[in-house]
């Protein structure tokens, strides 16, 4: 067996009850575009515009090493979050033009954690990452290879 097919079983062992499922699907890639954001309002040293929509920054850094995670996983899975991580740049371009910015990543990173917590509770499991720190990345994976599956794409 592959192993990110083996990460993904393992997560979802604790992720079965419906509700957490749902409040998955909008908490987890709620807080990975929050902590894209947090990561892009930190100063960059250089301002480089790329395609006339994102600049270079930390978040699109800190990307490009998560993303090689991910490939180091499953190519297509990587695909699939590669596209996802190119809208939460793109999105928090337009967010950072604001002056709330800030507030508003923290905002949707401490309520999309509650309601994670709140989705456990109602699962009576722990959360994956208490085991296992990577277990952070493939929460967005595992949604990902539920829209993969639904496209008839094997990860």
Known sequence: MKKINSLLDKYGESHTNSTNKLIHWICVPAIFFSIV???????????????????LSWAFI??????L??????????IGMILF???????????????????????????SWVFQ?????????KPSFIQDIQFLLIGPAWLMHFILKKLNISV
Not at 42 to 49: A, C, D, E, G, S
């Open 117 to 125: 917590f709140i989705g456990h509770n109602i699962e009576g499991k």
């Open 85 to 111: 991580s190119i809208l939460c740049l793109f999105i928090c371009s337009r967010i950072n033009l604001s002056g709330s910015a800030l507030l508003i990543y923290i905002g949707i990173f401490m309520v």
């Open 69 to 78: 995670y991910y490939i180091s996983l499953s190519l297509s899975l990587s």
């Open 37 to 55: 954001g947090l990561v892009s309002v930190i100063p960059f040293p250089w301002q480089i515009n790329m395609f006339n929509t994102v600049e």
């Open 62 to 67: 800190a990307l490009i090493l998560v993303l």
